[in-house]
């Protein structure tokens, strides 16, 4: 069993930055791929950003690439969201995601959920 819980949302305008951070229970954090979605209001939850086990191969939806960094340290049993430049659009509950099986990283199918945290960009 793994318990997620993330951290690091708010309120941002424009332009901004913010850095997600989603704590994992347990001592087998290395060994599940990590990945973060995005639900916003009445849409359906997409994906975000995602990274693998150990070597650090990371995969990005086109909406946010070059402008948001996903990272892990294994140490800490800790994944990170890094989000910069962000547009209006990217408000959305965020969640953080583990899984065990490593194809597909951008399909939805984690074996455990955090509960979210919200972002807020305004205009």
């Known amino acids: 069993q793994v318990q997620l819980i993330e951290s690091g949302g708010g309120f941002v305008q424009a332009g901004g930055s913010l850095r997600l951070s989603c704590a994992a229970s347990g001592r087998t954090f290395s060994s599940y791929a990590m990945g973060w979605f995005r639900q916003g209001l009445g849409k359906e939850r997409e994906f975000v950003a995602a990274?693998?086990?150990?070597?650090?191969?990371?995969y990005y939806a086109d909406s946010v690439k070059d402008r948001f960094t996903i990272s892990r340290d294994n140490a800490k049993n800790t994944v990170y969201l890094q989000m910069n430049s962000l547009k209006p659009e990217d408000t959305a509950i965020y969640y953080c995601a583990a899984r065990s099986t490593i194809v597909k990283l951008w399909t939805p199918e984690y074996d455990y959920w955090g509960q979210g945290t919200q972002v807020t960009v305004s205009s």
């Open positions: 990274i693998s086990r150990s070597v650090g191969t990371s």
